[in-house]
């Protein structure tokens, strides 16, 4: 199946030959659907913190001494941020002029009649003037074109094109603040050790990398002295050998006209070798989009504090088990019972049917697999119809049924029972996530034993106007993170504020008062 020529590009790119062959095996075989039994609710895998337990948890974690670090994927382009903004481009000169509301621009024209909320406003307006338009005239006269063309093209703002990070998301008094900041400044508040050191780790691309290290050098100076921290950030990229091979339809290995395979992004879940290479014992997960300005920033912070109490509080039991029964005798019954059980009403790990409990040495064997992995505690909002996964239990491939993050791609909605379940969960999952990647002994796990290769996804694509097949490794909440210990826990509604469109930063949750 591959030449010499393949073998050559797979030793360029670090790809594995065996991975390869298993990539195609799975574009052939089909992932399978996870099988969720009922969704995850409070009282019934979700954790519903009092005010005085929140409170408690926060002062659990300012004890906390330890190693800790912010993860932020920054590496997505804000190009569906502007996707009405380019439709508009693109269809304009064909409606021509009028009102864009009797034209079917409505995301257009709500943008453009309030475009002087938007925190860029006085930049896009110093490029228009740099370029002979007077932002004003062309406002009153409603001819959009030049200020979406100033916005977006890449010898204008170029925000069409810059990552999400590095677009400016709010606007105070005597500055404006982008995505990165807004992270940092957040980071700052929850992220900060005893020595006032804050880590924070970004995976970036490697095209708009100078660009971030650049707004770090720009800020860093100021920022430490304002927040009373020392600034550690670290960027890495998406490792070229985490690319999954394309094929094409009839599942044989898609060739650029040159000849080479074709290799795409294998998604988020490739970052799992990113934050495994990170050494630290507690780690925040946050998308570079989900923040707010700084009068929302207490609710945020305080929940953050109190699901990273909450973490320690887990593994502190779960250490503390995993010594006495590794020092116990291997048939202390009792004690494997208990211990049985707080994996079963606290873990939310229900055994597989087959565990003999007679079997002491089994169930030792069974009950220290089960509490010596990953542990996180992820945040969940109510649902409020955003797209996504949430929280269910589900079948694990060992037997085991847990709490797991699921997507409907993963799931069969073909089947009337799945689709009641998935369509009956309460809650959503708005990536809020704190990690515990250490064992008892202090020694870092190995994240990538504790995925489940068989969660990925395959999708339809095109290039060069032939249809292909791709393929996305097990996403890094959801299957990445199938086999660690999982924790569900309501935040609120108020720190789930993403900007998915740029209309976004209209809402009131992201305007500065």
């Known amino acids: 199946m591959f030449n010499e020529l393949d073998l050559t590009q797979f030793e360029l790119q670090g790809i594995n030959v065996k991975d390869v062959n298993e990539q195609i095996e799975n574009f052939k075989q089909g992932f399978p659907f996870m099988q969720i039994t009922e969704p995850a609710t409070v009282g019934n895998g979700i954790i519903k913190l009092e005010c005085d337990e929140i409170d408690d948890l926060i002062d659990l974690y300012k004890e906390f001494d330890g190693t800790r670090v912010k993860f932020v994927p920054a590496s997505g382009a804000a190009t569906r941020m502007f996707k009405h903004l380019f439709e508009f481009m693109q269809d304009f000169p064909v409606k021509g002029e009028g009102s864009l509301k ?49 916005l977006l093209a890449k010898d204008g703002l170029n925000y069409g094109e810059l990552p999400k990070g590095l677009i400016l998301f709010h606007k105070y008094d005597n500055h404006a603040r982008t995505a990165l900041e807004e992270q940092l400044v957040e980071g700052a508040q929850h992220c900060k050790d005893s020595d006032k050191n804050i880590f924070i780790y970004l995976t970036v691309s490697s095209e708009h990398r100078t660009a971030f290290e650049k707004l770090v050098e720009k800020i860093k100076e100021e920022f430490e002295e304002k927040y009373e921290v020392k600034l550690n950030i670290y960027f890495s990229e998406q490792k070229i050998s985490t690319n999954t091979i394309a094929v094409e339809m009839d599942n044989t290995p898609f060739r650029n006209s040159d000849g080479t395979l074709l290799f795409r992004p294998g998604g988020h879940g490739a970052l799992l070798e990113n934050l495994n290479e990170i050494d630290a014992e507690l780690i925040f997960i946050k998308n570079i989009d989900n923040v707010v300005p700084d009068r929302l920033k207490p609710h945020t912070v305080r929940y953050k504090k109190a699901i990273a109490g909450l973490l320690l509080s887990y593994t502190g039991i779960i250490f503390d088990y995993i010594d006495k029964i590794s020092n116990s005798d291997d048939c202390d019954k009792e004690m494997l019972l208990e211990v049985l059980d707080f994996t079963k009403s606290e873990l939310c790990i229900l055994p597989p049917k087959d565990l003999n409990l007679k079997d002491c040495k089994a169930l030792k064997s069974y009950i220290l697999r089960i509490l010596n992995r990953p542990i996180r505690v992820c945040g969940m909002v109510k649902n409020q119809g955003e797209p996504g996964g949430g929280p269910f239990w589900a079948v694990n491939s060992d037997g085991t049924t847990s709490l797991q993050i699921v997507e409907s791609s993963q799931i069969d909605l073909k089947n009337p029972l799945t689709k009641s379940i998935f369509q009956t969960s309460t809650h959503f999952n708005p990536v809020d996530l704190v990690c515990f990647v ?7 796990f190995d994240l990538l034993k504790f995925r489940d290769p068989k969660t990925g996804f395959i999708s339809i694509k095109s290039k060069d106007g032939r249809d292909l097949k791709a393929q996305e490794l097990p996403g890094l909440w959801n299957g990445a993170m199938s086999n660690w210990n999982t924790i569900f826990v309501e935040v609120p509604l108020i720190t789930f504020n993403p900007v998915k469109t740029v209309n976004d930063l209209l809402r009131e949750e992201h305007q500065v008062f």
């Not at 250490?438 to 870092?444: E, I, M, N, S, V």
Request: no cysteine; net charge negative.
């Open 102 to 150: 009797d034209k079917g621009f409505n995301s257009a024209y709500n943008f453009f009649t309030n475009i002087q909320k938007f925190p860029f406003y006085s930049k896009l307006y110093d490029e228009l003037w740099s370029t002979g338009y007077k932002m004003d005239e062309l406002l009153e006269r409603k001819y959009y074109p030049p200020v979406a063309e100033a």
């Open 438 to 444: 250490k064992d008892y002994q202090g020694d870092k």
